[in-house]
């Protein structure tokens, strides 16, 4: 069983950065089955939406509205799955979850984080 873990969060100005950290914890076995990290986002009153993904072999993805701003990536010696946030701006406010996918024995495998809050003040 992975389990994962955020920080990072907090209060920033805008135009300021912050990095999030995603460390998963688990049996070895289980985490190399976690091809897939993803950082979501949910602001108030907001759905919760995919903001950047990375694979085991690297490709990442982003959605529009963080392009050249955040940049993801990760330390599988330390199990790790970063989000560089640059340029933050108001409406980057949320609450940040880490999301991991893979395949199981049996069955496919997700695991979230309990979230890290991020508060962009303008």
């Known amino acids: 069983q992975v389990q994962l873990v955020e920080s990072g969060g907090g209060l920033v100005q805008a135009g300021g950065s912050l990095r999030l950290s995603c460390a998963a914890s688990g049996s070895i076995s289980s985490i190399n089955r976690m091809g897939w990290y993803g950082w979501y986002r949910q602001g108030p009153g907001e759905q919760r939406e995919l903001v950047a993904s990375?694979?085991?072999?690297?490709?990442?993805n982003y959605a529009d509205s963080v392009k050249g701003r955040f940049t993801i990536s990760r330390d599988n010696a330390k199990n790790t799955v970063y989000l560089q946030m640059n340029s933050l701006k108001y409406e980057d406010t949320a609450v940040y979850y880490c999301?991991?996918?893979?395949?199981?024995?049996?069955?496919?495998?997700?695991?979230w984080g309990p979230g890290t809050l991020v508060t962009v003040s303008s």
């Open positions: 999301n991991a996918r893979g395949i199981g024995p049996y069955r496919a495998l997700e695991v």
């Open positions: 990375i694979t085991s072999g690297g490709s990442t």
